[in-house]
């Protein structure tokens, strides 16, 4: 069993934070880190403290005040970032830092204008350099993703022998389909000899939406751990979502999987971030989007109030959300009319249902939404026919 545990290392912080505009000050970011330990994230990473003096001081406050989830820094595979992830840590009750280097022929070229065996030793030594400050040390091989896994397999085996304690498989540029991320975390945990000696964590951009599958996907061939951040926030198209994986593993419980993820923090955690990143959710989001359980249609609307779960595979209050909404529309039908009008405190026989039904559409043609004011004038009308 607790080999299917997933771990939930949240990076809201450092690499959602990257996104223009989000920029976070250390009072926003101490709020977060403490709504993201309620929530139940095994790892927060705080910051990348070498890159400003305002992360070093936010990544070292948030050191102090979380006590249960183990506290991340980021650095690069320079000595003068490790020392600074440290010091920012210092006095964190479970520091984590997280050091690492491009993999990928294309970094190794253009990035560092170095060779593969140059890169290898660099990594052996940040993960040693690191060590001396912290037990647990992750390391990424940033854009795995298009690294060549046999190389990949090496550099891996040589981390965890040096002592990292996880090794990240980042999907940088989040180009691989889900069948080939999850072919390179399989070839990683077939081929390199030691890996039971480290916890792999998958690490996906969403370039081209496939952030969550692919995390997945990875999961699914071995992988123990997802970074990911709430409301997919991060570089670009963003990282992989942390509610919709949080919510996948959850609704296909029977796999085996779970995280210790509170989900009916979801929503609630989703729109702090949102106000907080001053960064809105798009109306279609899975799991935390305003309309993730709307329903518009006549079928569905009937569908659902016949039955919820013909139309909704989670409950709204499983993940916080306000509850499944009726929005009545020109698409929809008098079974949804009635309910409404119902629980509005009027009760309509068929015949009178039939009537109301062919107004309601004029009304509902002119505006995209019909309100619960306007049936309240529909029924005002209506009962004042005379009969
Ligand atoms: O996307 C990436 O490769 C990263 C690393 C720094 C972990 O964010
Ligand atoms: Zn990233």
């Given at each position: 069993?607790?080999?299917?545990?997933?771990?939930?290392?949240?990076?809201?912080?450092?690499?959602g934070?990257?996104?223009?505009?989000c920029?976070?000050?250390?009072?926003e970011?101490?709020?977060?880190?403490?709504?993201?330990?309620?929530?139940?994230?095994?790892?927060?990473?705080?910051g990348?403290?070498?890159?400003?003096?305002g992360?070093?001081a936010?990544?070292?406050?948030?050191a102090?005040?979380?006590?249960?989830?183990?506290v991340?820094a980021l650095?690069?595979?320079?000595?003068?970032?490790?020392?600074?992830?440290?010091e920012?840590?210092k006095g964190a009750?479970?520091?984590r830092?997280?050091?690492?280097?491009?993999?990928?022929?294309?970094?190794?070229?253009?990035?560092?204008?170095?060779t593969?065996?140059?890169?290898?030793?660099?990594?052996?030594?940040?993960?040693k350099?690191?060590?001396n400050?912290?037990?647990?040390v992750e390391?990424?091989?940033?854009?795995?993703?298009?690294?060549d896994?046999?190389?990949?397999?090496?550099?891996?085996?040589?981390?965890?022998?040096?002592?990292?304690?996880?090794?990240?498989?980042p999907?940088?540029?989040g180009?691989?389909?889900?069948?080939?991320y999850?072919?390179?975390?399989?070839?990683?945990?077939?081929?390199v000899?030691?890996?039971?000696?480290?916890?792999?964590?998958?690490?996906c951009h969403?370039?081209?939406g496939?952030?969550?599958?692919?995390?997945?996907?990875?999961?699914?061939?071995?992988?123990?751990?997802?970074?990911c951040t709430?409301?997919?926030?991060?570089e670009?198209a963003?990282?992989?979502?942390l509610?919709?994986v949080?919510?996948?593993?959850?609704?296909?419980?029977?796999?085996?999987?779970?995280?210790n993820?509170?989900?009916?923090?979801?929503?609630?955690?989703?729109?702090?971030v949102?106000?907080?990143?001053?960064?809105?959710?798009?109306?279609?989001?899975?799991?935390?989007?305003?309309n993730?359980?709307s329903?518009s249609s006549?079928?569905?609307?009937?569908g659902?109030?016949?039955d919820?779960?013909t139309?909704?595979?989670?409950?709204p209050e499983?993940?916080?959300?306000?509850?499944?909404k009726?929005?009545?529309?020109a698409?929809s039908?008098?079974s949804?009319?009635?309910?409404?009008?119902?629980?509005?405190?009027?009760?309509?026989?068929?015949n009178?249902?039939?009537?109301?039904?062919?107004?309601?559409?004029?009304?509902?043609?002119?505006?995209?939404?019909?309100?619960?004011?306007?049936?309240?004038?529909?029924?005002?009308?209506?009962?004042?026919i005379?009969?």
């Amino acid at each position: 069993m607790a080999d299917k545990k997933i771990n939930i290392f949240d990076t809201t912080l450092r690499d959602g934070e990257q996104v223009p505009g989000c920029k976070l000050n250390s009072k926003e970011k101490i709020e977060l880190a403490l709504a993201l330990e309620d929530l139940g994230v095994d790892i927060i990473e705080a910051g990348f403290p070498i890159s400003s003096p305002g992360d070093f001081a936010s990544v070292q406050q948030i050191a102090k005040v979380i006590k249960n989830s183990s506290v991340c820094a980021l650095s690069r595979a320079v000595e003068k970032d490790i020392e600074t992830a440290a010091e920012a840590l210092k006095g964190a009750a479970r520091p984590r830092i997280h050091t690492g280097i491009g993999t990928s022929d294309s970094h190794i070229k253009s990035k560092f204008n170095a060779t593969r065996e140059e890169i290898l030793e660099r990594a052996i030594q940040c993960v040693k350099w690191a060590k001396n400050f912290v037990d647990d040390v992750e390391f990424y091989a940033e854009d795995a993703g298009r690294t060549d896994n046999d190389y990949l397999a090496r550099v891996v085996e040589a981390v965890i022998s040096a002592g990292a304690t996880v090794v990240n498989i980042p999907d940088t540029t989040g180009y691989c389909l889900p069948h080939q991320y999850g072919e390179k975390i399989a070839y990683l945990i077939k081929n390199v000899p030691n890996i039971d000696k480290a916890v792999i964590s998958c690490h996906c951009h969403n370039d081209l939406g496939l952030a969550t599958a692919n995390s997945i996907s990875g999961v699914l061939h071995g992988a123990r751990q997802i970074e990911c951040t709430i409301n997919g926030l991060g570089e670009r198209a963003g990282n992989t979502s942390l509610e919709e994986v949080v919510m996948i593993l959850k609704q296909h419980h029977t796999l085996g999987y779970f995280t210790n993820i509170k989900t009916q923090k979801l929503n609630p955690i989703s729109r702090l971030v949102s106000d907080t990143m001053r960064m809105p959710v798009q109306a279609n989001k899975a799991i935390v989007g305003s309309n993730a359980f709307s329903h518009s249609s006549g079928i569905h609307q009937d569908g659902f109030l016949k039955d919820a779960q013909t139309y909704e595979i989670i409950a709204p209050e499983e993940v916080g959300a306000d509850g499944s909404k009726i929005v009545l529309t020109a698409r929809s039908g008098r079974s949804a009319l009635a309910h409404r009008f119902q629980k509005l405190g009027h009760s309509f026989n068929r015949n009178e249902i039939d009537v109301l039904y062919s107004e309601f559409l004029k009304i509902a043609d002119r505006k995209k939404e019909v309100e619960d004011a306007d049936l309240q004038i529909m029924a005002k009308n209506f009962e004042v026919i005379p009969s």
